[in-house]
């Protein structure tokens, strides 16, 4: 690829003339609000406009809105990249750290590169090479078998690459993973929440791990020290006067994941909250009553439910240190078991462990708050995608917070299985009623339409549950019918696609990704050894 200096030479539009030029050419229709949005990017990185024509916005998050920007080379070619634009307030080291991820380790092993950053002031614009891609959820149903199976193999190598530098990414989900279908392209984006394992080789992730503590990540930042093998520009003079951000009304709100997730259907869970279980503050030390999010959605809860089975409370788990030993919550307060709160348990400290990524993907010891988090977690949403894959649902797991993440989980690897796991972590986890662990190939091929929906061996709620593409509306939940095979989905299109005949390996593969358990749940480099894979590797 060009560097961008030699793109940079060729270049010599001003910021107006790109805007004109955008308005020549560019008929395409662009969204008032996103121009808006362009301009704004020209304004507070002018440097920007140097060297690329900002096009498109192509991806908007709480922490940035990513533009697709073209440069012209100097033989006269274009070429597109990626303009990833942090919020300002990110925290300088946390950009820093974004950054050194994706220098160090990134551009290759289907892991997104770096190829070049600005800054002007507060503003940094990470430019990376555009991979086009398609959204997982406009493709999950109509991947083949063979697809899906070298999708997962080509996110293991990432994930593999990755966590041999010690970057625990923690935000592993299908859209901070870009697939060009028709290209056979894989990239690993988005390293805005990674954290480092103690023997990390990313030497910021170090500093990112000793500040998570500290609580303000707002503050004013004079610089932001950049990677030493980043190449950075940074103009000389910021005398432009204050620019007027957009107000937030006039703001693009359509992320694909915003789209994702208006898309219902797909999902496998909806909102329903058994509201059953609690995953517990610690309850070794006893002081300080600031509750956290959770304990929150927990005491209101525990207030405005009526019928609730079990309420779920704040109560203490064994710590690290007093792990599995005598493990007996009810001798520590006399609340257990009840649907009250006592004292002792209001006045617990709240368990300080990193919880950032998307509930539905979040393994059950960050659900828990488990402290000790490790390149596990990654493999458990790696896990969470393969689940999409096999059952064609995304996203699978559709939680609005931890407890109920923990309560689909329940559901299908257990209750009693996520309780002993957690035990072993040093969670407490109750559930007022039990949950079978359901068999896997029964669940996805029920749920893909292989099967007949009316499998008994499967609770109502899935029973009951169609594949989409039938068209046809499910019937109320909690209604189980039995379904005719003529409901199942085209017998000779999951033929052609290779539904039918997933071997059992995959679902090996599977239950080690969706261990409970991190200490034994399956590594990235021991999964790309699975049978799955063999002739891949070969
Ligand atoms: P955020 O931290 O806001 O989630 P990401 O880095 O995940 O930011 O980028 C948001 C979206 O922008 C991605 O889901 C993807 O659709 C798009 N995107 C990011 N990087 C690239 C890239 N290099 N090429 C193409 N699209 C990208
Ligand atoms: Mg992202
Ligand atoms: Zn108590």
């Given at each position: 690829?060009?560097?961008?200096?030699?793109?940079?030479?060729?270049?010599?539009?001003?910021?107006?003339?790109?805007?004109?030029?955008?308005?020549?050419?560019?008929?395409?229709?662009?969204?008032?609000?996103?121009?808006?949005?362009?301009?704004?990017?020209?304004?507070?990185?002018?440097?920007?406009?140097?060297?690329?024509?900002?096009?498109?916005?192509?991806?908007?998050?709480?922490?940035?809105?990513?533009?697709?920007?073209?440069?012209?080379?100097?033989?006269?070619?274009?070429?597109?990249?990626?303009?990833?634009?942090?919020?300002?307030?990110?925290?300088?080291?946390?950009?820093?750290?974004?950054?050194?991820?994706?220098?160090?380790?990134?551009?290759?092993?289907?892991?997104?590169?770096?190829?070049?950053?600005?800054?002007?002031?507060?503003?940094?614009?990470?430019?990376?090479?555009?991979?086009?891609?398609?959204?997982?959820?406009?493709?999950?149903?109509?991947?083949?078998?063979?697809?899906?199976?070298?999708?997962?193999?080509?996110?293991?190598?990432?994930?593999?690459?990755?966590?041999?530098?010690?970057?625990?990414?923690?935000?592993?989900?299908?859209?901070?993973?870009?697939?060009?279908?028709?290209?056979?392209?894989?990239?690993?984006?988005?390293?805005?929440?990674?954290?480092?394992?103690?023997?990390?080789?990313?030497?910021?992730?170090?500093?990112?791990?000793?500040?998570?503590?500290?609580?303000?990540?707002?503050?004013?930042?004079?610089?932001?020290?950049?990677?030493?093998?980043?190449?950075?520009?940074?103009?000389?003079?910021?005398?432009?006067?204050?620019?007027?951000?957009?107000?937030?009304?006039?703001?693009?709100?359509?992320?694909?994941?915003?789209?994702?997730?208006?898309?219902?259907p797909?999902?496998?869970?909806g909102?329903?909250?058994?509201?059953?279980?609690?995953?517990?503050?610690?309850?070794?030390?006893?002081?300080?009553?600031?509750?956290?999010?959770?304990?929150?959605?927990?005491?209101?809860?525990?207030?405005?439910?009526?019928?609730?089975?079990?309420?779920?409370?704040?109560?203490?788990?064994?710590?690290?240190?007093?792990?599995?030993?005598?493990?007996?919550?009810?001798?520590?307060?006399?609340?257990?078991?009840?649907?009250?709160?006592?004292?002792?348990?209001?006045?617990?400290?709240?368990?300080?462990?990193?919880?950032?990524?998307?509930?539905?993907?979040?393994?059950?010891?960050?659900?828990?708050?488990?402290?000790?988090?490790?390149?596990?977690?990654?493999?458990?949403?790696?896990?969470?995608?393969?689940?999409?894959?096999?059952?064609?649902?995304?996203?699978?797991?559709?939680?609005?917070?931890?407890?109920?993440?923990?309560?689909?989980?329940?559901?299908?690897?257990?209750?009693?299985?996520?309780?002993?796991?957690?035990?072993?972590?040093?969670?407490?986890?109750?559930?007022?009623?039990?949950?079978?662990?359901?068999?896997?190939?029964?669940?996805?091929?029920t749920l893909?339409?292989?099967?007949p929906c009316g499998d008994?061996?499967l609770p109502l709620e899935f029973r009951s549950s169609r594949h989409p593409?039938d068209g046809k509306k499910a019937p109320p939940s909690g209604r189980a019918e039995k379904l005719s095979?003529?409901d199942?989905?085209?017998?000779?299109?999951?033929?052609?696609?290779?539904?039918?005949?997933?071997?059992?390996?995959?679902?090996?593969?599977?239950?080690?990704?969706?261990?409970?358990?991190?200490?034994?749940?399956?590594?990235?480099?021991?999964?790309?050894?699975?049978?799955?894979?063999?002739?891949?590797?070969?």
């Amino acid at each position: 690829m060009a560097t961008v200096e030699s793109v940079a030479a060729s270049s010599t539009h001003s910021a107006e003339d790109v805007k004109h030029s955008e308005k020549e050419t560019n008929k395409r229709k662009i969204p008032r609000d996103v121009e808006m949005d362009i301009e704004y990017l020209y304004e507070v990185v002018p440097q920007l406009s140097r060297v690329f024509r900002i096009t498109d916005k192509i991806g908007e998050g709480t922490f940035s809105s990513v533009y697709l920007g073209e440069a012209q080379k100097s033989d006269g070619t274009r070429e597109k990249f990626a303009l990833k634009h942090l919020i300002p307030t990110s925290h300088p080291v946390r950009i820093a750290a974004e950054l050194q991820c994706l220098t160090v380790a990134g551009g290759k092993e289907n892991v997104m590169g770096v190829t070049y950053c600005f800054r002007k002031d507060h503003h940094v614009v990470i430019v990376m090479p555009y991979v086009e891609h398609q959204a997982f959820v406009d493709i999950v149903e109509t991947l083949s078998f063979e697809e899906a199976r070298q999708y997962m193999y080509h996110l293991l190598k990432a994930l593999k690459h990755i966590h041999e530098f010690g970057i625990i990414h923690r935000d592993i989900k299908p859209t901070n993973f870009l697939y060009n279908r028709r290209e056979k392209k894989y990239a690993l984006v988005d390293f805005g929440l990674a954290q480092g394992t103690p023997d990390t080789h990313i030497e910021l992730l170090k500093v990112v791990k000793s500040q998570k503590a500290q609580k303000d990540s707002h503050g004013k930042q004079a610089l932001v020290p950049l990677p030493p093998n980043t190449r950075s520009c940074t103009p000389h003079s910021s005398t432009k006067a204050a620019v007027k951000r957009p107000s937030p009304q006039s703001r693009t709100k359509h992320t694909k994941e915003l789209m994702g997730l208006c898309k219902t259907p797909r999902s496998v869970f909806g909102e329903r909250n058994l509201n059953s279980i609690t995953p517990q503050t610690d309850q070794t030390q006893g002081h300080g009553i600031k509750p956290t999010k959770t304990d929150d959605i927990i005491a209101r809860k525990f207030v405005s439910t009526k019928r609730r089975p079990l309420p779920a409370r704040a109560l203490g788990p064994t710590s690290q240190k007093t792990k599995p030993v005598a493990f007996n919550p009810s001798l520590t307060c006399n609340c257990y078991m009840t649907d009250r709160v006592c004292n002792i348990c209001l006045s617990r400290k709240q368990q300080v462990a990193p919880r950032a990524g998307t509930p539905g993907f979040r393994a059950p010891e960050v659900l828990t708050k488990c402290p000790d988090q490790g390149t596990a977690i990654d493999m458990w949403s790696a896990g969470v995608i393969l689940l999409s894959l096999l059952s064609g649902r995304y996203p699978f797991f559709k939680a609005n917070d931890d407890l109920m993440a923990l309560t689909q989980i329940m559901t299908i690897r257990g209750s009693r299985e996520t309780i002993q796991a957690a035990k072993k972590f040093g969670k407490a986890v109750v559930c007022s009623r039990e949950l079978p662990r359901l068999d896997l190939r029964i669940l996805c091929e029920t749920l893909r339409g292989v099967r007949p929906c009316g499998d008994d061996s499967l609770p109502l709620e899935f029973r009951s549950s169609r594949h989409p593409a039938d068209g046809k509306k499910a019937p109320p939940s909690g209604r189980a019918e039995k379904l005719s095979s003529a409901d199942t989905r085209d017998a000779t299109e999951l033929h052609v696609m290779g539904w039918d005949r997933v071997p059992d390996e995959v679902y090996d593969l599977l239950d080690k990704l969706l261990d409970l358990n991190p200490e034994t749940r399956i590594t990235a480099a021991a999964a790309l050894q699975h049978p799955v894979f063999k002739d891949i590797r070969d």
